[in-house]
């Protein structure tokens, strides 16, 4: 046991009690235990090792084939009361779902180890950080929070002897049972219960389930905020960095954006970019007045099919060691790994995700297309030097996005922290042809938090405004980026990627006051002459082109965000309501 805490040890009984493990193994995140588990989850077939020269220290992992991605329609946030978990989540009564949920623990792990998982989400030491334990019968768990969070003996450190506050994890891969696959949040109670599933999004408590959907709760209840935010750090020639958070609903490039590559021509001015975090911010204001951000975690759980040399050589730097691949193609040959979009070579002598030998020239894909990458963040070539800071780093800019094909300009800015929200409230991205068949259905995901607001979300919006209240004039800028406007062939018109750097920089000069703005119905935007396009391929009329507010288009948009506002009841805050009514009095001048 590492832990005198009598809150964790009567816990850990009474779910131990439930689930009946022949063996229960504290987790200290020694290398010596570690190592130990990689072997235990080799020789049981778990996982294999990949070639120690070329991957050292990495593992393949295949889940059941009916287990590979977050299941929201079994994901449930189980307050007391319905109206607390608001419209946009899956509820049951906790005094439902708790004797549900018990019977398919009750004796689960019979003939199975149980280990018991400290961890801390956030740097050891910090005060914006927060514990965690997770108990589970999988050592893909175990091996992943390893790399995921700050697991081991320091979590209960962190924690003290006394203290409650920690969030209770159970899981448990049972039967891998599809009809009674359960993820669970008692936000009420710190608690999470996970069941009949082994894919990471799943089980690896500390990240969406915690991280997200009870810290948000808590930030709620304690005055921060947990989101589902990117953080990145540019640096100037003069050796100065500010700090932008980004939201983007899931697919939309975060992690992209995390670890951008600037263009030559700035890199040789002397601009770089930093990687705090590529999907959770938690954020807190500070001694000085500021909003200041961590990343709670300790890895990333990156999508692999389409990370490649070209497209984020960063990410792709760091997998190359330290790293758990899960549903991606084994290639037989050099005993490494594969996914479609890597190169132009897809092995001959091949394994696919399913563990069937592949034939590559079948048509059939080799890695499912969540196959994923779980990486340590200290191998990423620019992991920011202050992600180990308890103190976190202060945001100069939050930035909102998605993909919109005709709506949203390139760039916008909220002309002040109510209209941000606001701007926030109605993110929404269109699904693509090649996608659902379907063109331009727009699915509205607030701060892309819809899958993982733990609350209700007018009590959600709500917070974001008392945090505004809170910041004052400290309080970051707001903008909103869409990198995905299309042409009449439906080709993306802004080269993105890196590029997106040229738009980051009129952001931060918004931010200092060094750039101009013009007005526009929905927001401020800049200057077409304000974005540098030297060395691109567009032109300055393309340009306004991707700054242009259609006014029909933005009415049409109006009328959705009633619909989608009309969910919310009462709790909407009435600041969002005025805010609507100033945006269509702006396009009805
Ligand atoms: P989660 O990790 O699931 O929350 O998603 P994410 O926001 O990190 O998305 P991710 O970076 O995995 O998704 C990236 C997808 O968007 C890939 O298909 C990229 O090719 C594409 N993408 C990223 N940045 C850009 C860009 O600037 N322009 C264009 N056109 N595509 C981009
Ligand atoms: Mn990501
Ligand atoms: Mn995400």
């Known amino acids: 046991m590492l832990t005198n805490n009598k809150n964790v040890l009567n816990w850990v009984d009474e779910m ?15 290398e010596e235990q570690l190592e130990e588990l990689r072997n235990l989850s080799i020789s049981i077939g778990e996982m294999e090792r990949l070639n120690e020269e070329k991957l050292p220290g990495c593992l393949l992992h295949r ?18 009361e319905k109206e607390n978990a608001g419209p946009t989540n899956n509820w049951e009564d906790p005094k439902v779902m708790y004797p549900k949920l018990r019977k398919l623990f009750d004796g ?38 390893d790399i995921m969070t700050r697991m081991g003996a320091d979590a209960f450190k962190q924690l003290g002897d006394e203290s409650n506050d920690f969030v209770r994890g159970l899981h448990s891969k049972a039967q891998l049972d599809e009809e009674n696959r359960y993820i669970v949040h008692f936000p009420e109670d710190n608690t999470i219960w996970s069941v009949n ?6 089980v690896l408590l500390g990240k969406k389930c915690f991280a997200l959907r009870i810290a948000s709760y808590q930030g709620w209840k304690e005055g921060w905020m947990a989101e ?18 980004a939201a983007f609903p899931s697919a939309c490039g975060k992690t992209n954006l995390a670890m951008l ?82 190169d132009k070579n897809p092995p001959k002598n091949a394994v696919n995700w399913k563990g069937e030998k592949w034939d ?10 969540n196959s994923r990458f779980t990486a340590p963040a200290k191998n990423c070539p620019c992991v920011s030097k202050e992600f180990d800071n308890p103190n976190g780093v202060p945001i100069s800019a939050i930035v909102f996005g998605g993909r919109r094909a005709k709506t949203a300009p390139l760039v916008y800015q909220s002309r002040d922290w109510n209209h941000g929200v606001f701007v926030g409230s109605i993110m929404a991205s269109e699904t693509t042809a090649a996608a659902t068949g379907a063109v331009g259905v727009v699915r509205r995901d607030p701060m892309a938090m819809l899958p993982f607001c733990g609350y209700h979300m007018g009590d959600y919006f ?25 042409d009449d062939e439906g080709h993306f018109i802004w080269p993105g990627f890196g590029d997106n750097m040229r738009v980051l920089l009129w952001i931060l000069a918004r931010c200092e006051g060094k750039a101009d703005a013009m007005e526009t119905p929905i927001g401020y935007e800049p200057k077409p002459e304000d974005i540098d396009i030297e060395g691109l391929d567009i032109d300055l009329d393309t340009l306004k082109g991707l700054l242009d507010v259609d006014v029909d288009l933005w009415k049409e948009e109006a009328k959705g965000i009633h619909e989608f506002y009309a969910k919310f009841g009462d709790r909407l805050p009435e600041e969002l309501k005025k805010q609507l009514a100033t945006l269509e009095a702006n396009l009805n001048k």
């Open 108 to 145: 689960c792990m019979k003939g199975r180890t149980m280990y018991v998982i400290p961890y801390c989400m956030g740097p050891i030491g910090s005060k914006l950080s927060k514990v965690g334990v997770e108990l589970t019968d999988s050592t893909y768990v175990v091996l992943n929070m």
């Open 360 to 369: 590559c020239t079948d048509g059939s894909k080799g890695a499912h297309p």
């Open 462 to 486: 709500a917070h974001w405004i008392e945090m505004g209240e809170k910041l004052g004039d400290k309080a970051p800028k707001i903008f909103n980026v869409n990198w995905f406007r299309t």
């Open 228 to 245: 589902h935010m990117l953080i990145l750090g540019i640096e100037n020639p003069q050796g100065e960095i500010k700090y932008i958070s």
């Open 197 to 202: 599933s082994g894919y990471g999004g799943n």
């Open 261 to 342: 590559i600037p263009p030559k021509a700035y890199l040789e001015k002397g601009y770089k970019v930093w990687c705090v975090g590529d999907d959770i911010a938690w954020m807190r204001i500070g001694p000085d007045g500021r909003l200041w951000a961590i990343n709670p975690e300790n890895g990333f759980f990156g999508v692999a099919p389409g990370t490649n040399e070209k497209s984020n050589p960063n990410a792709l730097a760091s997998t190359r060691q330290g790293t758990i691949f899960t549903n991606v193609v084994h290639n037989l040959d050099d005993n490494t790994v594969w996914w479609e979009g890597l």
């Open 16 to 30: 131990a009690a439930l689930t009946k493990p022949d063996k229960i193994v504290w987790i200290d995140g020694s």
């Open 63 to 80: 889940t059941a084939l009916n287990d590979v991605a977050r299941v929201e329609g079994r994901t449930f946030i189980c307050s007391r």
